[in-house]
């Protein structure tokens, strides 16, 4: 290791352990919140075309929260409600396009409540005038709007989650070349983009973009990184992203998460759980990634059919948190099952460090 890496890895500790000091005060004053654990089953890959609901605790499979009977076909992300406005144990889910319309109905955003009913249609792409959207993840920015990946137009795209109305692209044509996989805005307005690899062309991997007003800067050129999720630690110093490398080799490829410094691009931790008792990897064709009301990172591994728990301030893999046949997790949410939820701030798929201590909700990145 040289000893540049070294500083930034102690960097990287301290201030994680800063930061898990602080979760230790605030679990102290909020030991009796409980949460659930949703994930959305892609309706390809060999999932399910639901959304399932595990036990937070205990990663007991509760049942199923959504599926097409309900109306929601093809989930791809599950997006906290987060904005100042928002319903806690509201989350706005994107669908895709598979199988084609128009039954069940799909290529749309829902609104959902923590019981998994269909409160509202909030986008309906194909009256958007957006074109053809196949949507990945989705994010809250920070005026208040949903943005969504697309994966046809390798852009992040930019609705009013009131009206549905369609505002614009996040940045200009032709910045993603292989596909937008995973992005996250910080509460300075920065957007972070994961260029991941296209199959079709060959292009992408490797890459992380950070975008402001509307100009784009490489972050992160990593030669071992092929983003899926990319979401920012409670801290906001680092970036968190699952990478399936080389995409293309499928649960063959090296399943990690890797954190990068937020400033400089730099790496400064690779997770990676290792073998089962098979004689397996236990971490495959990784996707959604999440922080957990306890600090803990959620971790999706589709090739495994399983989700992972990981301590990034030391560095650990805490073991399975939940197995499940056609998981195929696209993304994670977390549902407050306390009593007075209202009142107790949960985040999505990452927490904010406020300024003067505490938590509030993490506006999120989708997998693509």
């Known amino acids: 290791m040289t000893p540049s890496s070294i500083r930034s890895t102690r960097r990287f500790a301290v201030v994680l352990l800063a930061s898990a000091s602080s979760m230790f005060a605030f679990g102290a004053a909020s030991a ?29 499979f509760l049942g199923v929260f959504s599926s097409p009977l309900d109306g929601v076909n093809d989930p791809r992300d599950i997006i906290v409600d987060s904005r100042p406005n928002g319903i806690p144990n509201t989350f706005f889910v994107n669908t895709g396009n598979f199988p084609p319309s128009p039954t069940p109905d799909n290529d749309n955003v829902f609104v959902l409540d ?5 409160l509202r249609t909030a986008v309906d792409f194909s009256e958007t005038g957006s074109g053809f959207v196949d949507a990945g993840g989705g994010v809250f920015g920070p005026n208040g709007n949903l943005f969504v990946g697309s994966r046809a137009q390798n852009n992040v795209l930019e609705f009013d989650p009131e009206t549905g109305a369609f505002i614009g692209p996040a940045f200009a044509e032709g910045l993603i070349d292989g596909g937008i996989r995973g992005f996250v805005f910080n509460d300075e307005g920065t957007l972070f983009v994961g260029n991941g690899a296209n199959l079709s062309t060959g292009l992408g991997g490797g890459g992380i973009f950070a975008v402001e007003n509307g100009v784009a800067t490489q972050l992160v050129d990593d030669p071992e990184l092929s983003p899926l999720d990319v979401i920012l630690d409670p801290t906001q110093e680092f970036l968190v992203v699952s990478s ?59 090739g495994t059919g399983s989700i992972l728990r990981f301590d990034i301030g ?13 998981l195929n997790g696209q993304a994670l949410a977390f549902i407050d099952t306390t009593p007075d939820a209202s009142e107790v701030p949960l985040p999505g798929a990452g927490l904010l460090m406020a300024a003067g201590g505490g938590f509030l909700v993490l506006r999120r990145r989708k997998p693509a």
């Open 244 to 302: 399936q490398f080389p995409f293309e080799d499928g649960n063959a490829a090296a399943a990690t998460i890797r954190i990068f410094d937020v400033e400089t691009g730099e790496l400064v931790n690779v997770l990676d759980p290792g073998l089962g008792e098979d004689g397996e990897p236990l971490f495959a064709s990784p996707r959604g990634l999440g922080f957990a009301p306890d600090g803990t990172l959620f971790a999706s591994s589709t």
């Open 114 to 118: 923590a019981d998994g009913n269909v």
């Open 32 to 60: 009796a919140v409980t949460f659930d654990v949703i994930a959305s089953s892609g309706a390809t890959g060999g999932g399910t075309n639901q959304i399932l609901r595990f036990d937070g605790l205990t990663g007991d």
């Open 314 to 326: 030391l560095g650990t893999f805490l073991g399975v948190f939940a197995e499940f046949e056609g």
